[in-house]
Nanobody, 123 residues
Framework: QVQLVESGGGLVQPGGSLRLSCAAS????????MGWFRQASGKEREFVAAISWSGAGTSYSEFLKGRFTISRDNAKNTVYLQMNSLKPEDTAVYYC????????????????WGQGTQVTVSS
């Protein structure tokens, strides 16, 4: 089992930046593929980005690639989501997720989820 805790959300103006963090515990972090998802009010949860357990690859929503960057620091058991050029449409609760030795761009591909952190982009 894995426990995930997101942090770093908050209120930011359009065009601003935030870096979200997801701290993992309970298992060897380097053995898990990690993903970021978001869910806006009244909307379905959608894929944002993923990074492989091996560290060999990343995947992004085509609508976000170029603005968002996923990375991981296995020594700190943490995955990050750097968000730049934020838009009001990015407002959502952002969740991190983990799957053992996996890789997925769908929420159903993940076994473990954090509680989420709110990101609000507004002037």
């Amino acid at each position: 089992q894995v426990q995930l805790v997101e942090s770093g959300g908050g209120l930011v103006q359009p065009g601003g930046s935030l870096r979200l963090s997801c701290a993992a515990s309970g298992r060897t972090f380097s053995s898990y593929g990690m993903g970021w998802f978001r869910q806006a009010s009244g909307k379905e949860r959608e894929f944002v980005a993923a990074i492989s357990w091996s560290g060999a690859g990343t995947s992004y929503s085509e609508f976000l690639k170029g603005r968002f960057t996923i990375s991981r620091d296995n020594a700190k058991n943490t995955v990050y989501l750097q968000m730049n050029s934020l838009k009001p449409e990015d407002t959502a609760v952002y969740y991190c997720a983990a799957v053992y030795r996996g890789w997925a761009t769908e929420a159903t591909g993940y076994n473990y989820w954090g509680q989420g952190t709110q990101v609000t982009v507004s002037s």
